[in-house]
């Protein structure tokens, strides 16, 4: 009796989870498919997928996803390229002013980015960048970058420094032996910082709202803040819009969810 | 084929920890060297300055007269065994041997057959497929020589390769060590703390102790004539009996400190021979082949190795008698050895 007691208890508790987590996005998914002239009612006469099909039909929305995959993408690539070979180099190799340098990533990642939106928005004009997608990417690398080089650095130090070694006396040059032994043992860090760079370029507003100026170069962010007509809140739409946004993010996170999890705990158990 | 010499190597940290200072020594081609000290004397050290992992703060290094210290770890033609035996985790045995190998560019024929060779000689053919995790401790021991022995380097080089592994065990893969020595007869470096594994390895053992060279001889004789204090205590088990002259009823022998081997101490019961020294028994210890009976002499306490069925009790009167012959003598102040003192 008091096991299924307990296994009650797990099962609520379960529940309660799921629809903290999942309750609003469930709720977006029915507003979506909810009849736009109905949403007052408690229940429908009927669902429709009416509302999708005027987001991906009437806008170019699909155009703003892709043009928020390129930017993700290519921040993330940048932040994992200039990231592992600097948590490697932070984690395993010596030279002046390591501390300094990770105490100084932090920092940057400290500054509000609103107070940063004046001088880059000049600078991105003066280069020629402003309404580019490209000049969303360094302005998000500078963000991601300090959480990158501190995710990865950490995964590098957790590899024991005489593997590096080895590489090096079995005749690896220091590169060499960084991309045969210590990348491929960093794999899941890599996964995993490539997940968190890539949902915050994804989810990013504030730039994006005030660098880009042409309706066709918006990412998924503002456009679904901009979806909102002049007199009315077309709720099924902006509902069906948000789920469509939404399931890249979840289609790479399970994508990749193995990955991830042996990232988050390892080193957690030796071996 | 290889020479090994240090010549004045010194390696300061930035911190300004001085880990070795000023280290010389000549190793011949095909010598077996072991180098022992306590943790921390500047052993590993000293091996990571050969290998190249280290660079030395002064001092050269050379190999077949060559100087090497410019010379980068793959430049220096060196394997090394490491104490983690660091296997590359993501790749099987197969490709642990094969990656020295792979590295150097040779053909894949060759190196299939010379992974072949080393796997027959250590026994790991049945293992290639099997990832390091898959491996007993004995076994990743072995995989780690065979990638040191693929290569078919100048010198060896072996950082406390056997501290991970069970007593039974280490003792079966120090045999196998040595064996492997003389079949290969090439150049080896073996770092260890264990006393017993210098000595039963090496042509010759370097003592090292706080960063200095204490003595660079054959195991027997560190054992017999110790440079130092210290070295006489690091060997043996138990460890040498240092007392001042006068517990054994020596006299003039002003600032020297006297030591004498637990088995050159004589331990008996009933009445003693001549020039005997009556003692009471203050510990004993069975070890199965011997008993090791410590006594109180005074203040000063000395350890004896009897025969097995030598069983005193505790606080039994015994007698004990150690001959003038079998004593070391060292200056109390810098420890040194010294030659005994003229008998009266």
């Known amino acids: 009796m008091r096991s299924r007691g307990r296994g009650l208890g797990y099962a609520v508790a379960v529940v309660a989870l799921l629809t903290f987590f999942l309750g609003p996005f469930v709720w977006q998914v029915l507003t979506s498919l909810w009849p736009d002239d109905q949403l007052g009612r408690a229940l429908p006469r009927s669902l429709t997928v009416g509302a999708y099909a005027s ?25 994992l390229l200039i990231g592992t070979a600097a948590g490697f180099a932070l984690a395993k190799l010596e030279f002046r002013g390591r501390r300094l340098l990770l105490g100084a990533a932090l920092a940057i990642s400290m500054f509000p980015p609103i107070a940063t939106v004046s001088p880059l928005y000049l600078a991105l004009r003066a280069v020629g960048l402003r309404d580019q997608l490209a000049g969303l990417v360094p302005p998000y690398a500078t963000f991601a970058l300090p959480m990158t080089l501190w995710i990865l650095s950490s995964f590098f130090r957790q590899l024991p420094d005489e593997l590096y070694q080895a590489a090096r006396v079995d005749g690896c040059t220091p590169l060499l032996a960084f991309r045969k032994v210590l990348l491929p043992l960093a794999a899941p860090g890599l996964f995993t910082t490539a997940i968190l760079v890539f949902i915050f370029s994804w989810n990013e507003f504030l730039y994006a709202l005030t660098f880009l100026s042409s309706p066709e170069k918006r990412t998924v962010p503002v456009a679904l803040s901009l979806l909102a007509g002049e007199h009315k809140e077309p709720w099924p739409e902006i509902a069906a819009a948000s789920v469509v946004a939404t399931l890249p993010l979840v289609a790479l996170t399970i994508l990749f969810q193995r990955r991830i999890v042996s990232g988050l705990t390892a080193g957690a158990v030796k071996g | 084929m290889a020479r090994l010499s240090l010549e004045g190597v010194r390696k300061v940290y930035r911190s300004g920890v001085v880990a070795v200072h000023e280290v010389t020594l000549e190793v011949a081609d095909g010598e077996f060297v072991a180098i022992v000290g306590p943790s921390g004397c500047g052993k590993s050290t000293t091996l990571a300055l050969i290998a190249g992992l280290e660079q030395p703060t002064s001092g050269h290094i050379r190999i077949d007269g060559q100087p090497v210290e410019d010379r980068s770890p793959r430049e220096r033609d060196i394997a090394m065994v490491f104490q983690s035996y660091a296997l590359y985790p993501h790749m099987n045995v197969r490709r642990n041997l094969a990656f020295p190998l792979e590295v150097a560019g040779l053909a894949r024929e060759v190196i299939a057959e010379r992974v072949r060779e080393t796997a027959a000689l250590l026994g790991l053919e049945g293992l290639y497929e099997r990832r390091p995790r898959e491996l007993s401790g004995g076994q990743r021991q072995r995989v780690a020589l065979g990638r040191a022995l693929v290569r078919r380097p100048k010198v060896f080089l072996f950082d406390e390769p056997l501290s991970n592994l069970d007593a039974a065990l280490r003792t079966e893969m120090r045999g196998e060590i040595k064996k492997l020595h003389e079949r290969l007869a090439a150049t080896f470096i073996y770092v260890t703390h264990d006393q017993a594994e210098a000595m039963t390895l090496s042509d010759r053992v370097v003592v090292m102790h706080e960063g200095k ?42 600032g020297l400190e006297v030591g004498v081997r637990p088995e050159q101490v004589a331990i008996g019961r009933g009445g003693p021979p001549e020039s005997a020294l009556a003692a009471q028994v203050y510990l004993v210890e069975p070890t199965g082949a011997e008993t090791w009976v410590t006594v109180a002499l005074g203040q000063a306490r000395l350890t004896a190795r009897a025969p097995s069925d030598f069983v005193p009790r505790s606080g039994e009167a015994v007698w004990i008698q150690v001959d003038a012959r079998h004593l070391h003598w060292f200056d109390a102040g810098t420890g040194r050895r010294v030659s005994a003192p003229p008998s009266p």
């Open chain 2, 213 to 254: 060279v204490q003595q660079v001889a054959p195991p027997r004789e560190v054992y017999e004539a110790p440079a130092n204090r210290f070295v006489a205590g690091f060997f043996g088990t138990p460890r040498i009996n240092l007392v001042p002259p006068s517990t054994l009823g020596i006299e003039r022998a002003d």
């Open chain 1, 55 to 79: 987001v991906l039909g009437g806008r170019p929305f699909v155009r703003w996803i892709a043009n928020s995959l390129a930017v993700a993408a290519a921040t993330t690539a940048l932040c």
